[in-house]
């Protein structure tokens, strides 16, 4: 959670998530499924899913259903969480 949500963020996170679940240079095929905001079709991205040999899939213009699980996840989040409490910062101290 964030003020943006930049190629550089996205990043980061997908590299956080790797190592927290000690997936990071590992030698399997996984699969990134996103939408088509800015951040993903970026080269900078792309470039990135190459390096961890992750195989990135875009969902159809459109079509959220395509991602309805992550979809529900963030109504969860921002009913049960976000709505109801009030943040000093959504600051994070990003090191990798």
């Known amino acids: 959670m ?17 190592m927290k679940r000690e997936l990071y240079n ?3 095929n996984l699969i990134i499924r996103s939408d088509n ?3 993903f079709i970026s080269n900078k991205f792309q470039d990135t899913c190459k390096e961890l ?8 213009f459109k ?14 989040l921002e009913d049960e969480c976000l709505s109801r409490y ?11």
């Open 2 to 18: 964030g003020l943006s949500c930049k190629t550089e963020d996205i990043i980061v996170t997908l590299k956080r998530g790797l």
């Open 86 to 96: 009030e943040f000093k910062s959504y600051t994070v101290n990003y090191q990798i």
């Open 53 to 60: 040999k992750l195989e990135h899939e875009r969902i159809p």
């Open 37 to 39: 905001g800015p951040q």
């Open 26 to 28: 590992k030698k399997i």
């Open 63 to 76: 079509t959220p259903n395509k991602n309805a699980h992550i979809e529900a996840f963030h109504r969860l």
